[in-house]
């Protein structure tokens, strides 16, 4: 299973980015999608996931300004981050959870908020 992420960027306070994330294969067993970031030093934290369902969880640090959706036909999820802040900035990662407690990252994606 290969786990690839897009979308992230530079932007100013304020903004908005969008980030994607693709599981190959067919998706089968597939229960959970989600995103977490990780700043130098820190522990990598859950930003938002969502189940096979559409059940979602966000971190309170981003509620309200960050939306987590889902494409099952496609496996894929999205991040749709508005209203960023510096503290925002992190490299971002895309986890899929499967069946059987068997789970895949992607290789991560830069967001950096700034003036």
């Known amino acids: 299973v290969q786990v690839v992420e897009s979308g992230g960027g530079l932007v100013q306070p304020g903004g908005r980015l969008r980030l994607s994330c693709a599981a190959s294969?067919?998706?089968?067993?597939?229960?959970?999608m989600g995103w977490y970031r990780q700043d130098p030093g820190k522990q990598r934290e859950l930003v938002a996931a969502i189940t096979s369902g559409g059940r979602t969880n966000y971190a309170d640090s981003v509620k309200g300004r960050f939306t987590i959706s889902r494409d099952n036909a496609k496996n894929t999820v999205y991040l749709q981050m508005d209203s960023l802040k510096p503290e925002d900035t992190a490299v971002y990662y895309c986890?899929?959870?499967?069946?059987?407690?068997?789970?895949?990252w992607g290789q991560g994606t830069q967001v950096t908020v700034s003036s």
């Open positions: 294969g067919s998706g089968f067993g597939i229960v959970a």
């Open positions: 986890k899929v959870d499967y069946v059987g407690h068997v789970f895949y």
